[in-house]
Each structure stands twice: as C-alpha cells, then as structure tokens.
C-alpha cells in the first residue's frame, strides 16, 4: 500500500473507531455494563477494536511526516505509538483484573497523551500541515491533561462515560485531519503545496 492510500485509510479508520468509541460510551453512560459478564467480555472486546484503530492512526499520523523530523517529533511519535500498542493487551487484562487493568490502560492514556502533546507541538512548529488540521494532534494531547485524566480522578469509582466519550472527539478530528492532508508531507514542504 503506498504511504497516500495509508494515510488516508489510517484517517478512515481512525474515524470509524472514535465514532464506534462514542457509541460504547453513550450505552456505557446510560447503562453500565456489570464487570464479569459475558456482556463484560464483549463491550471490553469492541474497545479493543477501538484501540487497535487508533493505533492505526497512530501510525498515519507517524507516515504523515507532519510533525517534521526533529527530537520532539521522534519522542512524541514514539510515546503515542507505543502506548497506543499497550492498549490491546491491557484491553485484555481489564476482563480478568478490572483494577489493575484500569490502572494500566490509565497509565497508558498517560503516555499516549504525552506522546500527542509532543508530536502535536511538533506538528504545530513544523508548519507542514496548514489549516485547523495543524492542531488536532495537539487537541488529543491536551485532552487527555485538561479533561481525562481531571475527570477520571475526580470519579468515585475512577471511570467517566462522558470524558471517554469526549476523549473520541479529538480522535475523529485527527481521522479527518489525516484523510483529508492524504499525502505525505515532503521535508520543508506545507501540505498544501505538495504535487
């Protein structure tokens, strides 16, 4: 598959699992799937799926090339890559050992946030995305500090549909960010103005 038709599958993808992501979400909100069912083991299967997609943009966002090739970049993309791979197979945990999966998968959230946050200044310095896409690495970077993580301390029982469910929003713009940039970015060159 050649690094275009990649990038933007990676941004389809990544648009599909958040919009799937919000739907678990909603039904989570409304009602809450008891721990140890089989029901359990089903919904903890689609948000593997979910994760698995965005770590497929994830890795768009790498072949993109936008957040340049400095050390910031590298560090950033490295974190998010692999935190994101650290989802699945906590994914798997949390059905056996819901808290120390859950306190892995935050930790996780952790990571990949940094990662984001790093990769998103990076993508923002390096200007080779132009536009509001510029900024949606850096929107799932600052989520994950000023929303997430706040909101899942402040819970009593550590977990929060609508955070979870807000956490996808960014994710969705970064899909459509990577679809719709497509190419990637040639050194030193915007987006806008690659053949």
Same mark, same amino acid.
């Given at each position: 598959?050649?690094?275009?038709?990649?990038?933007?599958?990676?941004?389809?993808?990544?648009?599909?699992?958040?919009?799937?992501?919000?739907?678990?979400? /909603?039904?989570?909100?409304?009602?809450?799937?008891?721990?140890?069912? @089989?029901?359990?083991? !089903?919904? =903890?299967?689609?948000? @593997?799926?979910?994760?698995? $997609?965005?770590?497929?943009? !994830?890795?768009?966002?790498?072949?993109?090339?936008?957040?340049?090739?400095?050390?910031?970049?590298?560090?950033?993309? /490295?974190?998010?890559?692999?935190?994101?791979? $650290?989802?699945?197979? @906590?994914?798997?945990?949390?059905?056996?050992?819901?808290?120390?999966?859950?306190? $892995? $998968?935050? #930790?996780?959230?952790? *990571?990949?946030?940094?990662?984001?946050?790093?990769?998103?200044?990076?993508?923002?310095?390096?200007?080779?995305?132009?536009?509001?896409?510029?900024?949606?690495?850096?929107?799932?970077? /600052?989520?994950?500090? #000023?929303?997430?993580?706040?909101?899942?301390?402040? +819970?009593?029982?550590?977990?929060?549909?609508?955070?979870?469910?807000?956490? =996808?929003?960014?994710?969705?713009?970064?899909? !459509?960010? /990577?679809?719709?940039?497509?190419?990637?970015?040639? =050194?030193? *060159?915007?987006? +806008?103005?690659?053949?």
């Amino acid at each position: 598959m050649d690094a275009d038709r990649f990038i933007r599958s990676s941004g389809g993808w990544l648009i599909a699992g958040s919009l799937i992501g919000i739907g678990i979400g /909603l039904k989570e909100a409304f009602a809450p799937t008891p721990f140890g069912t @089989f029901e359990n083991v !089903v919904m =903890q299967g689609i948000v @593997f799926v979910v994760n698995a $997609l965005t770590l497929v943009g !994830v890795l768009g966002l790498v072949r993109s090339g936008a957040a340049g090739t400095g050390w910031l970049a590298k560090l950033g993309l /490295l974190l998010a890559v692999f935190a994101s791979a $650290l989802f699945l197979p @906590f994914d798997v945990l949390v059905v056996f050992n819901r808290e120390l999966g859950g306190m $892995l $998968l935050g #930790l996780s959230a952790l *990571v990949q946030g940094l990662g984001l946050l790093l990769a998103g200044i990076a993508v923002v310095r390096a200007g080779r995305w132009l536009g509001w896409q510029r900024f949606t690495p850096l929107l799932c970077g /600052l989520y994950t500090f #000023l929303v997430l993580i706040p909101a899942l301390a402040l +819970s009593p029982e550590g977990y929060n549909a609508w955070a979870l469910i807000g956490w =996808q929003i960014p994710f969705a713009l970064l899909g !459509v960010a /990577l679809y719709q940039q497509g190419s990637p970015v040639k =050194q030193g *060159v915007p987006a +806008s103005r690659v053949a």
